[in-house]
């Protein structure tokens, strides 16, 4: 019958499986567990931009929150450059991806916090007179609580943006330049110029942000101090929190802000 057919495809489908697995040695299977995360985690960005995306466009619609309910997809596309990277680092360059968080292959989390703790306190700094004195004017969310749903799903997307792009520029560009070059030139300020290139600028020579320019050599020497991205990723992640979900200029990225300037 079917059934009974469908069940002999089912037993041998495992068998082959299982002799497959036998097979694997311990290289194998790391990279198939890698493999395993790699899916699950695109799945998990996917479901997770779903949501925002369904959620800021109810907003948008109400007429609530800022001018980029499509910001959440910009902020996906920085996964495909984690799985980019950790494919090239192995097969292109024959070396381990995660070395591109320092020498031990490990992102330094006490450094991640000290860093993103500065960031906080100088956005605090920098901004927090602007909205003790005028939070009614530009706040944008009158209700906290969608501001609050929308953050929450938008944090977990801040922080693999800002260590996408901390690996990409500070991790695999000032390597890849500083074991050709030990010249400043080449492992802080190239990647740098290219950094400012990928955030155009209307203002900026070639369209290039000054700002993000000067933040990338600020990036470039906290991680050659430090010989981790830790630190650097952590000041990144707390600029972007303070940037993109408290307070942002409103003609800008700030589709997730709590306040908006004009």
């Known amino acids: 019958s079917k059934l009974d057919q469908g069940a002999d495809w089912y037993d041998r ?148 943006q800002c260590v996408a792009e901390e690996l990409m520029f500070r991790g695999y560009m000032l390597q890849q330049f500083a074991a050709r070059s030990m010249s400043v030139l080449g492992w802080s300020v190239i990647p740098s110029i290219l950094f400012g290139l990928a955030h155009p600028s209307d203002a900026g020579l070639f369209s290039m942000s000054w700002y993000h320019f000067v933040f990338g050599l600020v990036m470039a020497a906290v991680t050659s101090r430090t010989a981790n991205l830790g630190a650097a990723a952590g000041i990144h992640f707390g600029n972007n929190l303070i940037n993109l979900l408290l307070i942002a200029p409103s003609q800008m990225v700030s589709g997730l802000a709590l306040f908006a300037i004009p």
């Open 13 to 160: 489908g495992t068998a082959t499986i299982s002799r497959g697995l036998e097979r694997c040695t311990g290289k194998d299977m790391r990279a198939i567990n890698i493999s395993f995360i790699l899916v699950t985690s695109f799945v998990k960005l996917i479901l997770i931009t779903s949501q925002l995306v369904a959620e800021t466009n109810r907003l948008a619609s109400e007429g609530i929150g800022t001018n980029n309910p499509n910001l959440v997809r910009f902020f996906a596309h920085f996964k495909s450059a984690d799985t980019a990277l950790w494919l090239v680092l192995p097969l292109v360059h024959k070396r381990k991806a995660n070395t591109l968080f320092g020498p031990d292959g490990k992102m330094k989390w006490r450094h991640f916090r000290l860093g993103m703790s500065v960031s906080l306190l100088v956005g605090a700094v920098a901004w927090g007179p602007l909205v003790y004195n005028h939070a009614d004017e530009i706040l944008i969310f009158p209700n906290l609580r969608s501001w609050a749903i929308l953050a929450a799903i938008g944090l977990p997307m801040i922080f693999v």
